[in-house]
């Protein structure tokens, strides 16, 4: 459309219909694109509704109690002792993961530097 209006000054001819033509389609843009924000906010809305999507297998109770263990792991050598509440800290979690390296952040950066480590599982 641009490059018609362009066009059509450059040759000195009258351009107010292609100008016009160009404001309406303009116009039609800022519906479409007002429109299309409106309905992506309704499924962002809606997305919000839907919970976590899990396999059949999986047992259906109140809590997480009765789900099978299917596999545990831990570094060779780290033995990590649980505490009362079954919960561990951040850096419990990064180790059993072998995810940081603390012995090389200390000897860069000082007391309680680490490395974090990629875990490709």
Not at 24 to 47: D, F, I, N, R, S
Not at 50 to 77: M, R
């Amino acid at each position: 459309m641009q490059k018609r209006i362009a066009a059509a000054k450059k040759a000195k001819e009258d351009a107010t219909e292609l100008l016009k033509e160009k404001a309406e389609v303009e116009k039609e843009k800022a519906g479409l694109v007002k429109a299309a924000e409106e309905k992506e906010q309704v499924l962002k809305k809606k997305l919000g509704t839907v919970g976590n999507i899990i396999h059949t297998s999986v047992p259906v109770d109140k809590n997480e109690d009765n789900n099978p263990v299917l596999k545990t792991w831990a570094p060779e050598g780290i033995v990590v002792e649980e505490k009362k509440d079954g919960l561990l800290s951040h850096h419990e979690v990064l180790l059993r993961l072998d995810g940081y390296a603390p012995e090389a952040g200390v000897k860069v950066v000082g007391h309680r530097g680490y490395f974090l480590r990629c875990v490709v599982g």
